[in-house]
């Protein structure tokens, strides 16, 4: 009952505050998945897990409730241990939700099962219509990485080397000796023939308080060579160390040449 409370609470439930981060990409059957990504302080447990049981167990419920009252929802279980808290990082999981197109409010709460604490999260997040023709871009997907594991020596934004794992960023803060990589999927158009080429190019660019800060060239978008991965993936990342401390807007636009069209989506990200 608590945890059902915490879910449909008005406001955050804040004894233990949860991070939430909402996107959404097509499938192969043009229907809408949603990504959440959720997030808690590893220090919550630090006391319980030097306790004699050395876990904490949490139940976590969510649902998506779109504008017509339909719910889709999620029930799990996640175990905390010394070794998830190993490295001192925020404790991350994650979860997906196939719905159809529409509005939706996104919630999650989670228990503690010993202490009994609860914390929640809400969103809002609207998810087009991926089986029409027109251009169209999924939500933007963001996640950080030190300098010292750069994919090359070059200080300018990078795009479309093979990349290396990166966990996506829940809480989109990032310190200022950090690389950000943003990665995104284009829909809706048609590959031209015997070329590497997918027709498309992206323009991408920082901006704070209205200005352009960082401005990347436009980049062709690679053939989709991966059969189980509709759409086209593109990716790409920038160097944050000469941007000061303080509230950016990352914008990321697809061109269609061939049919002149262009969709854009923009995220918000916090350099500290």
């Given at each position: 009952m608590e945890l059902q409370g915490a879910l449909g609470s008005l406001y955050p439930q804040r004894q233990a505050p949860v991070q939430l981060s909402v996107g959404y990409v097509a499938t192969a059957t043009s229907a809408s998945e949603l990504k959440l990504s959720m997030q808690l302080d590893p220090q919550i447990f630090a006391s319980q897990l030097e306790s004699d049981r050395q876990k904490a167990e949490l139940d976590?419920?969510?649902?998506?409730?779109?504008?017509?009252?339909?719910?889709?929802?999620?029930?799990?279980?996640?175990?905390?241990?010394?070794?998830?808290?190993?490295?001192?990082?925020?404790?991350?999981?994650?979860?997906?939700?196939l719905v159809p197109p529409g509005l939706y409010q996104v919630r999650v709460a989670v228990r503690d099962r010993e202490l009994g604490w609860t914390g929640s999260a809400m969103q809002w997040i609207e998810v087009p219509d991926f089986s029409q023709s027109s251009l169209q871009m999924s939500s933007l997907f963001i996640g950080g990485r030190g300098s010292s594991d750069q994919l090359s020596t070059t200080r300018q934004p990078v795009s479309h080397v093979i990349p290396q794992p990166v966990k996506v960023s829940v809480d989109h803060r990032f310190t200022t000796n950090s690389i950000l990589r943003f990665q995104t999927y284009l829909y809706g158009t048609s590959q031209p023939a015997a070329t590497d080429w997918s027709g498309l190019e992206v323009e991408a660019g920082i901006m704070r308080n209205g200005r352009p800060v960082v401005v990347m060239p436009a980049a062709r978008v690679p053939r989709n060579t991966l059969a189980n991965q509709p759409g086209w993936p593109y990716w790409a990342e920038v160097p944050l160390e000469h941007l000061a401390a303080g509230r950016y807007v990352l914008t990321v636009t697809a061109f269609d040449r061939a049919t002149k069209s262009h969709t854009s989506q923009q995220i918000n990200f916090t350099i500290e």
């Open positions: 976590v419920l969510g649902a998506a409730v779109d504008d017509r009252g339909v719910i889709s929802t999620f029930k799990q279980v996640l175990t905390i241990t010394p070794e998830t808290l190993t490295a001192r990082a925020p404790v991350i999981w994650h979860q997906q939700l």
